[in-house]
């Protein structure tokens, strides 16, 4: 497998790439990305065919290793991070749960911030002991915490950042230096800032993982996922487990992101810039306890979450005075934004993690995260700002 693209020359702005970036146009000319609904490969002769199982002639061999729409995915992804190289899988999880168990073996270690989407924290928590690998949560602002669980050899670090659903922040600089003298790779999921608010890359990060689900297809129609880095990790351990393993993307799901990629820039600034005015607009109701917003001064991790970030991004955590049925009360009372646990979607969705993303957790374990029954997550749209404005407030005063 060769790489078309050198992210260490990147010809134009992330801005262009999302348009442009990794366009393999076939012999017919299209203006648009090229759909190669195909999951295998003919060759002109045997010696072709050997040539290409070999790796001796570059090409396709079959589209559990490698399709040419899912490649432009992969080549434009990695010209956006600036990374070197990217592979695609059929869905956030998928792309994680490969680049988490890639590279890993029996007595290995690995340090996770306490605060992660409930299915890194099982593959984590639950999956891996079962494999005799050795694991550690760790809360993710506690800098001597880290530095602790880091002082022992460890072969891969996990952080999400902002992570979900209180929009913790984690200082990606700091654990990446803790992570590096421990031999550890740093792995960090980037779904809630996306390409175009945090480069985890330039704080020294190793691995980025993403749902493309989320905000890059960002209409709520596939399943995708990625993973970005240096090529050699990513061919000695990754390569070989997608290969066998198999959580190969669809090429249609593949470019229906490639096609939402398009308009990332201008709905992530676009729901970012509603999402800050939204969460100044409920801060002062006399039904809100508090709101979490990483563009807000009162966040506690303000300050750090800001140094990452260009941008306050698209989510919101509201506590509501009350406990689960004010929370309820408020989630059945919006009529603009539905109640869905998913996020990133140019439709506003809202979800009570306690009750379902996070009802999972054990009652230590979400304590720990400040969790409690009042919290309601906000994924904030492109709708009109007002309409929004006053959908939460209808909600709010129907509490
Ligand atoms: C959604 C999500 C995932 C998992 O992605 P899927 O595409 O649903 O498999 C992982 N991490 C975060 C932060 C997410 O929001």
């Given at each position: 497998?060769?790489?078309?693209?050198?992210?260490?020359?990147?010809?134009?702005?992330?801005?262009?790439?999302?348009?442009?970036?990794?366009i393999e146009r076939s012999q017919h000319g299209e203006t648009a990305e090229a759909?190669?609904?195909?999951?295998?490969?003919?060759?002109?002769?045997?010696?072709?065919?050997?040539?290409?199982?070999?790796?001796?002639?570059?090409?396709?061999?079959?589209?559990?290793?490698?399709?040419?729409?899912?490649?432009?995915?992969?080549?434009?992804?990695?010209?956006?991070?600036?990374?070197?190289?990217?592979?695609?899988?059929?869905?956030?999880?998928?792309?994680?749960?490969?680049?988490?168990?890639?590279?890993?073996?029996?007595?290995?270690?690995?340090?996770?911030?306490?605060?992660?989407?409930?299915?890194?924290?099982?593959?984590?928590?639950?999956?891996?002991?079962?494999?005799?690998?050795?694991?550690?949560?760790?809360?993710?602002?506690?800098?001597?915490?880290?530095?602790?669980?880091?002082?022992?050899?460890?072969?891969?670090?996990?952080?999400?950042?902002?992570?979900?659903?209180?929009?913790?922040?984690?200082?990606?600089?700091?654990?990446?230096?803790?992570?590096?003298?421990?031999?550890?790779?740093?792995?960090?999921?980037?779904?809630?800032?996306?390409?175009?608010?945090?480069?985890?890359?330039?704080?020294?990060?190793?691995?980025?993982?993403?749902?493309?689900?989320?905000?890059?297809?960002?209409?709520?129609?596939?399943?995708?996922?990625?993973?970005?880095?240096?090529?050699?990790?990513?061919?000695?351990?990754?390569?070989?487990?997608?290969?066998?393993?198999?959580?190969?993307?669809?090429?249609?799901?593949?470019?229906?992101?490639?096609?939402?990629?398009?308009?990332?820039?201008?709905?992530?600034?676009?729901?970012?810039?509603?999402?800050?005015?939204?969460?100044?607009?409920?801060?002062?109701?006399?039904?809100?306890?508090?709101?979490?917003?990483?563009?807000?001064?009162?966040?506690?991790?303000?300050?750090?979450?800001?140094?990452?970030?260009?941008?306050?991004?698209?989510?919101?955590?509201?506590?509501?005075?009350?406990?689960?049925?004010?929370?309820?009360?408020?989630?059945?009372?919006?009529?603009?934004?539905?109640?869905?646990?998913?996020?990133?979607?140019?439709?506003?969705?809202?979800?009570?993690?306690?009750?379902?993303?996070?009802?999972?957790?054990?009652?230590?374990?979400?304590?720990?995260?400040?969790?409690?029954?009042?919290?309601?997550?906000?994924?904030?749209?492109?709708?009109?700002?007002?309409?929004?404005?006053?959908?939460?407030?209808?909600?709010?005063?129907?509490?």
């Open positions: 497998m060769t790489d078309s693209v050198d992210p260490a020359t990147p010809r134009y702005s992330p801005q262009t790439e999302l348009i442009h970036g990794g759909l190669y609904l195909t999951s295998g490969y003919v060759y002109d002769s045997a010696e072709q065919a050997a040539a290409r199982m070999s790796g001796d002639e570059p090409g396709f061999v079959y589209s559990r290793y490698a399709n040419p729409t899912v490649r432009m995915l992969e080549d434009r992804l990695a010209l956006i991070e600036g990374a070197e190289t990217c592979r695609i899988a059929a869905s956030g999880m998928g792309a994680i749960s490969s680049a988490l168990m890639s590279p890993l073996q029996t007595g290995d270690r690995v340090v996770a911030a306490s605060a992660l989407f409930g299915s890194c924290r099982w593959i984590i928590g639950t999956l891996m002991p079962r494999f005799g690998i050795e694991i550690e949560f760790v809360q993710g602002d506690d800098l001597e915490a880290w530095a602790k669980a880091l002082s022992r050899p460890a072969k891969l670090v996990l952080v999400e950042s902002p992570a979900n659903p209180m929009l913790d922040g984690v200082d990606i600089s700091a654990v990446a230096e803790l992570a590096h003298k421990a031999g550890a790779k740093l792995v960090v999921d980037n779904v809630f800032a996306t390409p175009m608010l945090q480069k985890p890359l330039e704080f020294g990060a190793d691995l980025i993982v993403y749902s493309a689900t989320k905000h890059m297809d960002g209409q709520g129609r596939v399943l995708a996922g990625a993973i970005l880095g240096k090529s050699d990790w990513i061919e000695e351990h990754v390569d070989p487990y997608l290969r066998h393993t198999g959580p190969a993307a669809s090429p249609f799901n593949a470019w229906v992101v490639l096609k939402g990629l398009e308009t990332l820039n201008l709905r992530v600034e676009r729901a970012s810039a509603t999402a800050a005015r939204l969460a100044d607009a409920v801060a002062g109701h006399e039904k809100v306890r508090a709101v979490r917003y990483p563009g807000r001064k009162d966040h506690p991790h303000h300050e750090v979450l800001m140094r990452q970030m260009t941008g306050g991004g698209t989510l919101i955590a509201l506590s509501l005075k009350g406990a689960r049925a004010e929370a309820f009360r408020f989630l059945n009372a919006l009529n603009l934004i539905h109640i869905s646990n998913n996020l990133g979607d140019s439709k506003s969705l809202a979800c009570h993690p306690a009750s379902t993303t996070h009802r999972a957790l054990s009652d230590e374990e979400r304590a720990a995260m400040g969790l409690d029954d009042s919290w309601v997550r906000l994924s904030i749209g492109l709708e009109d700002a007002g309409d929004l404005e006053r959908d939460l407030h209808n909600a709010l005063d129907a509490i």
